[in-house]
């Protein structure tokens, strides 16, 4: 048995798991998602044991999706001698860094450790003290994280610590880029990150016409899109999926969140009927309205139901670049688009989808019942795309992918 497996051996011995059964189920649901092997983008040579515990710092850090918006999610380990002696991640803004957490857990011991971070330490002063500071000042000899900053107010870590003469790795795993794709949007755009979730029939059809309730995928392909929703700041639909489909939205429990979470209802020309269950009152949730300004007249008696929030459209069409910014404004980080057919495709066609999570159902739709897929849209460019993530779900087929950046275009 190698020292990093015995360290995790005595971790887990201490019993440090979470107490929320919600999020254990949501850490499972992390793990079922994410890459199945810890692979390196960058080029530093890693030992298998600093390999493992930088994946444990970054299962950690899976554990704030959901509550640590607007900061990203962060895991820290402390090892010392092939002993884990102190560990944490981040649980929302204002609370203690992952870093400070598990620097709190190991007292003296941190003295001589080696710190594996998810994050590059952040070197800034905010609600809380610079976490590469404290690592140096408790006589950490050696850190090793997952990504690096994106958010240049706090960034300049890395390079702090090896000022301070620590040794210090940029592992560069994809796995922890991951974790922070949102975060990296965010801080790096005017709009929230944008993930789309599709699903649809082997044909290609969406969903059939008529409203019908009926679930098109499986029970694990449902769990996989309530994990979705935890981790993202908002879910949004457009009009259209609300008047036909009437879905709830919720997350649960949605009271127990650290971060508001938020149902968004993008409108073209004409409001939502007041009896959607969509309007309805949920304790930790509200509901926003996205609608174009020259048709605040028509959305006047929804404002009494919910936050209706008015933004420039194209004549009397909403612009869904505007009305991003908007959400943006409001606080809200990140966004699962799950449709209908029409705002997925605006999104895709103006570029500002971010990540796409595909689901295949072994099911034919056909005839007038089908509504048509995506790729009758001759708007759409789907040559910036790569997938990431292809498996099974049951007897679904997943498929996630991501666009490509410019570098990654500019290579092929």
């Known amino acids: 048995m190698t020292s990093a497996r015995r360290a995790e051996r005595c971790w887990r011995a201490r019993g440090r798991s979470t107490r929320l059964v919600r999020r254990r189920w949501r850490r499972s649901c992390w793990r079922g998602r994410s890459v199945p092997r810890v692979e390196r983008s960058g080029t530093a040579m890693l030992s298998e044991d600093d390999l493992h515990h930088l994946r444990h710092a970054c299962t950690l850090a899976a554990r704030g999706l959901g509550d640590v918006s607007p900061n990203p999610p962060v895991g820290a380990v402390l090892v010392r001698d092939g002993e884990v002696v102190g560990a944490g991640w981040h649980h929302g803004a204002g609370l203690p860094h992952a870093e400070v957490e598990a620097l709190s857990q190991a007292g003296e011991r941190a003295r001589g450790a080696t710190a594996y971070v998810s994050l ?24 090793v994280f997952g990504a690096r900053d994106p958010n240049a107010r706090a960034a300049g870590g890395a390079e702090y610590l090896r000022g301070a003469g620590i040794e210090t790795v940029d592992a560069g795993l994809r796995e922890a880029q ?11 755009s ?33 769990a996989l899109v309530r994990a979705l929703r935890i981790e993202h700041d908002a879910v949004m639909v457009g009009a259209g999926t609300v008047r036909v489909d009437d879905p709830q939205l ?17 409108c073209e020309r004409d409001p939502i009927p007041l009896d959607r269950r969509v309007l309805r009152a949920d304790e930790g949730v509200e509901t926003v309205i996205l609608a174009p300004r020259a048709r605040a007249a028509a959305f006047a008696e929804l404002e009494q139901a919910a936050h209706v929030c008015y933004v420039e459209g194209e004549g009397e069409r909403l612009d869904l670049a505007a009305a991003l910014d908007a959400l943006k404004s409001m606080g809200i980080q990140s966004v699962l688009c ?75």
């Not at 922070?180 to 801080?187: N, P, T």
């Not at 944008?194 to 392909?221: D, Y």
């Open 178 to 188: 991951r974790l922070i794709e949102a975060f990296s949007v965010a801080a790096t």
């Open 120 to 143: 590059e330490p952040c070197n800034h002063y905010g609600r809380t003290g610079p976490c590469a500071r404290a690592l140096a000042e408790r006589g950490v000899v050696r850190v």
């Open 338 to 412: 799950e449709g209908g057919p029409t705002l997925a495709a605006g999104l895709l066609a103006r570029g500002l989808v971010d990540r796409l999570h595909w689901l295949t159902a072994p099911a034919l739709i056909a005839g007038a019942q089908a509504v048509p897929s995506l790729a009758a849209s001759e708007e759409l460019d789907v040559s910036g795309w790569c997938f990431d993530e292809v498996r099974a779900l049951g007897d679904d087929a997943y498929l996630s992918g991501r666009l490509r950046t410019e570098e990654e275009c500019s290579r092929d």
């Open 250 to 266: 919720t997350v649960r429990p949605a009271h127990a969140r650290r971060v508001p979470y938020r149902r968004v209802v993008a």
């Open 190 to 222: 005017s709009r929230p990150y944008v993930a789309l979730k599709m699903a649809a029939a082997v044909n290609g059809a969406i969903a059939a016409r008529g409203g019908s309730r009926r679930w098109l995928t499986g029970e694990e392909a449902r």
